[in-house]
């Protein structure tokens, strides 16, 4: 792929996938969602990736949204228009193998396109998250109905809310669940490909019917999404046993602090 707003590599089973706009705070424009739409129609049809890495370049933003200065290219019929958000976001683009998502610095706006959909979120101690929406007398929605799936829904307000006004510190972000994980700035990257590496390491087909399975629930009510479940480890599993003996793997345990 002939990439100019993104690096793309691959390595043992692991993609990863860096922001590189770090000179505009890695906000993307028309050609980073173009790029991201090849990447997961690329990840989604590459057997040898099972896992991803997404991370971003630069000291300052994991990603601060939209770039404000070049815009996008719309449609000139508004029912033909697309949320541009949608070539961002795994899920959307039917991407079922997992992210891990590394933030570091400011994460805002539309950052939450990847962060809201990512199955894994770390963070740096410098992290912090905002929704600047309202603030420019914008309506935040899209970015907010999908943190308001991983985070309660007053926290979800709240930050849609107070737009520039509060920044949500990688601690906080911890104490709701926005991350599982927050650690010093120089470890980030390395501890994202190391969780990356561990997930990647197992049947690939289990891995991406449980991430498949557990998403599409969130749609559905709980008898349905259970009456789906069971059918999904049939078709992940046909003969409803066990693919590895684990008593021939080693171990790898950690005790997260």
Known sequence: MDLTTVIYEVSDHVATITLNR?????????AMCDEFSLI???????????????????????????????????????WTQIDPGE?????????????????????????FYWINESDIVICSEDATFFDPHVSYGLTAALEPIGLARRVPLGEALRIALLGLDERVSAE??????????????????????????????????????TVRAIWESLDSTRSQALRTGLSYTHIGNPLGTAQIDRASVPRRQWTLR
């Open 22 to 30: 770090p000179e505009a705070m890695n906000s993307f424009n028309q």
């Open 40 to 78: 997961w129609k690329t990840v989604r049809e590459d057997d040898d990736v099972h896992v991803m890495v997404l991370r971003a370049a630069g000291d300052r933003a994991f990603c601060t949204g939209v770039d404000v200065k070049q815009g996008f290219d719309r449609h000139p019929n508004v």
């Open 87 to 111: 070539l961002l976001s795994p899920k959307l683009n039917h991407v079922w193998k997992p992210v891990v998502c590394c933030v570091h610095g400011m994460a805002a706006g539309g950052a």
């Open 172 to 209: 906080r972000a911890l104490q709701i669940g926005l991350v599982t994980e927050v650690l010093p700035r120089e470890r980030l990257w390395e501890r994202g490909e190391e969780i990356a590496r561990i997930i990647a390491a197992k049947p690939p087909a289990a891995i991406q019917g």
